[in-house]
């Protein structure tokens, strides 16, 4: 039996979708394990994409599928991927996540393992509020929510300005967006993908 793991991200410029990547590749870590990436419909105009650059930087995921809430159903868990927004998701997840009624009426997602992961432009960007206040959504949805064991050395990095929390991934832009994820955050967001698949792995059971 294969357990299937959907990675469900919004990026702007990046960030948040390297971060996915990581995500994915913890999760083929685990034997039978396997992991799509979904990016949520963008609500920007394309001429507001343009103006700011992010059009130039979301080549590198175009071709990534869009996620519809129907996708939700089939996988054994799903980790969520957003940067933050003073503190809180991004509107374009949260106008995603607001599809999802009819799957909560149903009871589809119940039981299925959640987790966040986020980016933000300072190191104190609200990168645990957003993580913590997604969670909120996914107890309503039924989801059975982990983040990233403190048995993972990374999470204990003193050496460098690091991202990552208990509560999930996480990695910092920079005000102008220079800044990419460094080598502990993205190893920290593979844990955590690894440690999504091997609980929804047992659950399976």
């Given at each position: 039996?294969?357990?299937?793991?959907?990675?469900?991200?919004?990026?702007?410029?990046?960030?948040?979708y390297?971060?996915?990547?990581?995500?994915?590749?913890?999760?083929?870590?685990?034997?039978?394990?396997?992991?799509?990436?979904?990016?949520?419909?963008?609500?920007?105009?394309?001429?507001?994409?343009?103006?700011?650059?992010?059009?130039?930087?979301?080549?590198?995921?175009?071709?990534?599928?869009?996620?519809?809430?129907?996708?939700?159903?089939?996988?054994?868990?799903?980790?969520?991927?957003?940067?933050?927004r003073?503190?809180?998701?991004?509107?374009?997840?949260?106008?995603?996540?607001d599809?999802?009624?009819?799957?909560?009426?149903?009871?589809?997602?119940?039981?299925?393992?959640g987790?966040?992961?986020?980016?933000?432009?300072?190191?104190?960007?609200?990168?645990?509020?957003?993580?913590?206040?997604?969670?909120?959504?996914?107890?309503h949805?039924?989801?059975?929510?982990?983040g990233?064991?403190?048995?993972?050395?990374?999470?204990?990095?003193?050496?460098?300005?690091?991202g990552?929390s208990?509560?999930?991934?996480?990695?910092?832009?920079?005000?102008?967006?220079?800044?990419q994820?460094?080598?502990?955050?993205?190893?920290?967001?593979?844990?955590?993908?690894?440690?999504?698949?091997?609980?929804?792995?047992?659950?399976?059971?």
């Amino acid at each position: 039996m294969s357990t299937k793991i959907s990675v469900v991200f919004y990026s702007m410029y990046g960030h948040t979708y390297r971060m996915a990547e990581a995500e994915s590749e913890g999760v083929k870590r685990v034997k039978g394990a396997r992991a799509e990436i979904y990016q949520v419909p963008e609500l920007v105009p394309e001429e507001t994409l343009e103006e700011s650059g992010a059009k130039k930087a979301r080549k590198e995921f175009e071709g990534v599928p869009v996620v519809e809430p129907e996708d939700l159903v089939e996988p054994d868990g799903i980790i969520f991927g957003t940067p933050t927004r003073f503190g809180n998701m991004a509107a374009q997840m949260r106008n995603f996540l607001d599809k999802t009624g009819g799957l909560w009426q149903e009871n589809e997602l119940v039981g299925k393992v959640g987790s966040v992961f986020t980016s933000t432009a300072t190191q104190h960007g609200g990168q645990e509020t957003t993580i913590t206040s997604f969670h909120t959504t996914l107890f309503h949805l039924g989801m059975v929510v982990v983040g990233v064991p403190y048995e993972n050395e990374e999470l204990m990095n003193m050496k460098e300005v690091s991202g990552g929390s208990p509560y999930g991934a996480t990695t910092l832009a920079g005000l102008d967006g220079s800044r990419q994820p460094s080598e502990n955050e993205l190893e920290i967001a593979r844990l955590q993908g690894e440690h999504v698949a091997k609980v929804a792995k047992k659950l399976q059971k």
